[in-house]
């Protein structure tokens, strides 16, 4: 679990906080979502919650985040990581470049928690099968599209198993298949109690996986429910994040008097087709 309780930063070069005033608690085995517009502070809150604030960004903070019941800032980064992992924006900074293979990639946080070898082998294994990587097993690294990165990053966390996992944007470099695909096996492995905190803009992935969505704009968090509460808030275009497709054609179609009235927004394709469908039947 991790909590931020009226958590306020700034960087060492800021002349103002760059998130303010954060109160969040992101529960084991839910799947939260964050979304905002670029520059309000995700990836500054993802730091923030794996410890990277305050301890490699240095700067100045009011407030707490806490991780487990283990407050961040009292806590050193190599504790820290046995129990929270940060997939970062930019996979080719994430690979190690202290191993050959992907295999040995995927393997070298279990090498340096010591995970017995035996275990460490099956979780490798486990990993690239539900991520679909077993063929790049002997790859080096280096040589992966930035997709595959990416994936090879999500990879590399999963396997220490974490009790919270931060993910910046994990599948910007993925096709619409991968993306889902690593969404996907996120919603499957916070079923086994992790904490699940996921950065992504695309939302029809929230809309169909995540349980809890939070909004971030200007470093303040101003929104929060489920993914239908958010993905159809009627603030979404004015805090710059726009909404799923589905639920933009469906508005169109209510303007047009095509949308079952009194039903609320889709944010899903099952939703959209399900509303359009009663529509239909409705007019038979
Ligand atoms: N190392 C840094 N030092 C000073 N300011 C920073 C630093 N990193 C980010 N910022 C500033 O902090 C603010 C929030 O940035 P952050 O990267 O957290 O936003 P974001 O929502 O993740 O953006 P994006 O979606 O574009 O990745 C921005 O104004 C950015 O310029």
Redesign the pocket.
């Not at 700034?10 to 800021?14: I, K, L």
């Not at 905002?36 to 730091?47: D, E």
């Given at each position: 679990m991790i909590t931020f309780r009226d958590f306020t930063y700034?960087?060492?070069?800021?002349e103002s906080p760059?998130?303010h005033d954060i109160t969040l608690d992101v529960h084991p085995g839910r799947f939260h979502g964050l979304v905002?517009?670029?520059?309000?502070?995700?990836?500054?809150?993802?730091?923030a919650g794996a410890g990277f604030i305050p301890h490699a960004?240095g700067?100045e903070y009011t407030g707490d985040v806490t991780v487990d019941g283990l407050t961040v800032g009292d806590t050193s980064l190599p504790e820290l990581v046995t129990r929270v992992g940060l997939v970062q924006?930019d996979p080719f900074n994430q690979i190690s470049g202290a191993r050959f293979s992907v295999r040995e990639e995927i393997a070298f946080g279990c090498e340096n928690l010591g995970t017995e070898r035996g275990e460490m082998v099956r979780r490798v294994d486990d990993v690239m099968r539900m991520l679909d990587i077993t063929h790049l097993a002997e790859r080096s690294p280096y040589e992966l599209s930035g997709g595959q990165q990416q994936v090879i990053a999500v990879a590399s966390m999963l396997v220490m198993q974490p009790s919270v996992l931060i993910l910046?944007?994990p599948t910007s470099q993925l096709d619409p298949a991968g993306s889902r695909m690593v969404v996907e096996a996120l919603a499957t492995i916070r079923q086994s109690g992790m904490t699940v905190l996921l950065?992504e803009?695309k939302l029809e992935l929230l809309a169909e996986y995540a349980d809890e969505l939070h909004v971030?704009t200007g470093?303040r968090l101003v929104a929060e429910g489920t993914p239908e509460e958010i993905l159809t808030d009627t603030r979404m275009e004015e805090w710059g994040i726009g909404r799923p497709r589905f639920a933009t054609a469906a508005m169109e179609a209510r303007r047009e008097g095509a949308w079952p009235s009194g039903r609320s927004l889709p944010v899903t394709l099952d939703a959209a087709a399900a509303g359009f469908r009663a529509f239909l039947e409705g007019k038979r």
């Open positions: 700034a960087y060492p070069t800021s760059v998130l905002g517009p670029g520059g309000s502070g995700k990836s500054t809150l993802a730091m960004q700067g924006q910046d944007e950065i803009h971030l470093g």
